[in-house]
């Protein structure tokens, strides 16, 4: 038996039990913080810090500092940098993920096996972040190395998928399915990408009948346009070097984009109907009130007072507080903005016979007629040029009721 301890030593060690008896230790773990205070140690984090700070996790740093230890081999460096992006690809944190693989290439390993996985696995992080481009980039360099890698094919079957591709997603399925007839997934990815490619090219077909009956029903529009002699607004072109003809058609197609660009341009815009007559979206301008109507398809033909007895019948606007906006009241104008002259129109014209005179120019393809209340204080303010709710130059001439036999 072992002999007894020395009295002295039990003394001793009691004395200095004795010192923690009612005393907690000061560092020790709670029930509350055991499991922060656990994530600090390397061995029991749940996942790596994203920023590393040596002073907050010293152990971390230490054993980074072996992990990616220069000394060692560009092979061994690569590989721990990929094991550290598959780390961070399990965490679905791909943009970690790409900068360990990265970091694993910049190394230049001669182990090509290596640099085609670290080329593969950073464009399946690259595709989960949406950046399909460069995902399919990687895949690329990955079969230069590999050509009949079947991973890096799969993959790019799934970018060119993304970037609606189906024709490149064919032929890749086509390469795999060559290396490796019964893969299922290629098979699957070759039906769907089949199918995409006969959608792809049907739309086009459509897209390009489409455009030319546009550019056919534009040419007619044009046409009926320029037969009402209609003058229409020409934004300033850059200088080109196109040849003449060229020049002509882009003309054309920038004055036929001008009748686009005005208000609700989306959803009302001058058209030529079954009859062979053009429906104008026409604005009535009220400047003493700040206010407008829309009419969305006026008919060339329709004279002015067909639209003012409706708009000003027996309801009339809320705005018109005073009652002054009646058919009976009201002067028409139009402008012509260049010379800055003013023209009376009569509402018996019809639309067509105003756009159709020679100072008259449609601008964004939405004709304006002014309308003002005749003998009213802000009429005469507006007319003399006094300032008024819409500045117009000195200069006024005023159209008698242009012949309506012609």
């Not at 038996?1 to 030593?9: F, I, V």
């Not at 670290?118 to 079969?143: C, H, K, M």
Request: glycine share 4%; proline share 5%; charged share 35%.
């Amino acid at each position: 038996m072992a002999s007894s301890t020395d009295p002295e030593e039990e003394d001793g060690m009691d004395e200095f039990l004795e010192k923690f008896k009612g005393k907690m230790y000061k560092d020790g773990f709670t029930e509350d913080n055991w499991e922060k205070e656990f994530d600090k140690i390397p061995m029991f984090m749940k996942k790596a810090p994203e920023d590393l700070d040596p002073m907050e996790h010293p152990e971390v740093a230490c054993i980074q500092s072996m992990l990616y230890d220069e000394d060692q081999s560009p092979e061994e460096l690569a590989k721990t940098y990929k094991n550290e992006g598959n780390e961070y690809f399990k965490e679905k944190n791909y943009k970690r993920a790409v900068v360990s693989y990265t970091e694993g290439l910049k190394r230049k390993c001669s182990d090509t096996e290596l640099t085609v996985i670290l080329y593969t696995n950073r464009a399946a992080a690259q595709f989960y972040l949406g950046n399909n481009r460069s995902a399919l980039n990687d895949v690329i360099a990955a079969r230069k190395l590999k050509p009949n890698h079947l991973k890096a094919i799969i993959r790019g079957v799934l970018c060119h998928i993304e970037l609606k591709d189906s024709s490149s997603a064919v032929s890749w399925c086509d390469e795999g399915l060559q290396i490796e007839p019964k893969e299922k997934q290629l098979l699957e990815l070759r039906a769907k990408t089949d199918k995409q490619k006969r959608v792809e090219e049907r739309n086009r077909r459509k897209a390009t009948l489409s455009d030319k009956k546009q550019r056919v029903q534009a040419e007619a529009l044009l046409k009926a346009i320029q037969e009402r002699k209609i003058k229409l607004f020409e934004p300033p072109e850059l200088p080109s070097q196109s040849s003449d003809d060229e020049n002509d058609g882009k003309k054309d197609n920038n004055i036929v984009r001008t009748l686009f660009n005005g208000v609700n341009a989306e959803s009302h815009v001058v058209h030529l109907d079954e009859n062979g007559s053009l429906h104008w979206p026409v604005l009535f301008l009220y400047p003493e009130h700040e206010q407008m109507d829309f009419i969305s398809a006026f008919h060339e033909d329709t004279q002015f007072i067909d639209h003012l007895s409706e708009m000003f019948g027996e309801q009339l606007p809320p705005w018109d507080t005073e009652k002054k906006y009646k058919p009976a009241n009201l002067e028409l104008y139009f402008e012509d903005e260049q010379m800055g002259d003013l023209f009376l129109v009569d509402p018996v014209c019809s639309l067509r016979q105003v756009l159709s005179h020679p100072r008259y120019v449609v601008k964004a393809g939405n004709p304006r007629i002014i309308i003002l209340v005749r003998g009213s204080s802000f009429c005469k303010e507006f007319l003399s040029g006094k300032k008024s709710s819409r500045k117009l130059k000195r200069l006024y001439s005023y159209l008698n009721p242009i012949n309506t036999s012609n």
